[in-house]
């Protein structure tokens, strides 16, 4: 393994890797129950944001600007650990939440499995939690 | 929202989005404790090959090919469950697995946490579980 390799695996030098986008994906995980809530980009200043308010904020790849998660719906993320992989190209956000986290109604993004029986399928395996028309406003 | 959003996001047909270059992003995690162990990418291949065979099986983006996970070192991940969100542009696999999941040594590539003082320092958050000079062979 390179010194480079070293010093960012073993290292304790907190060097984030944005892709050639200049994003890292950013993986919000409720820190109580450990449900994977959403998977979302960070740029420099998204990521900057996050650590100095304490409040989730992410990059929107979509609509190409900062998104400060909750702005709208009020369904913020309290950040309370940043955990980042061996490679440093991917974070962890453990995060507290007091409301359903996808902008569909549920508590994760992540309300579906692919079948057993059929891998062309899709099962439900949770309601939804508010209802995304009272939360978004039109 | 547009017909073809709804039906992703409200539908009963897995059709996983990959990405410009093929990839969709997967993420590991223990069915047992809810760790993040490790987050990697899917060509559709490797997605095919997941589900058929009942092993996570990756692409690897540094190799440029098929990554059955644990070819090299043994360790393996059984997929008891795929999960995807909203959107389908990311999956969870929910994984079985006995021994540590990350090159480095470590049960997950996550083993560190930012510094809530500073935020440009890593603080280790386990210890090795496996020596890797052993698993992968020379």
């Not at 900057?48 to 190409?64: C, D, H, M, P, Q």
């Not at 955990?83 to 190209?89: A, K, N």
Request: charge should be neutral; charged fraction near 30%.
């Amino acid at each position: 393994m390179s010194t480079a390799s070293k010093e960012i695996e073993e290292g304790f030098l907190f060097q984030p890797k944005f892709d050639a986008n200049g994003l890292i994906t950013a993986i919000a995980q409720d820190c109580q129950t450990g449900q994977i809530l959403m998977v979302a980009y960070m740029d420099k200043e998204a990521l900057k944001l996050t650590i100095e308010t304490g409040n989730a904020v992410f990059y929107s790849r979509s609509r190409k600007k900062l998104w400060k998660k909750g702005e709208e719906s009020g369904h913020v993320q309290k950040v309370r650990k940043i955990l980042v992989d061996c490679d440093q190209d991917c974070l962890v956000l453990k995060v507290s939440v007091d409301q359903g986290q996808c902008h569909t109604g549920h508590q994760s993004c992540f309300y579906r499995t692919v079948s057993d029986k059929e891998p062309q399928r899709l099962e439900f395996i949770a309601e939804k939690v508010y209802d995304p028309n009272n939360a978004y406003k039109k």
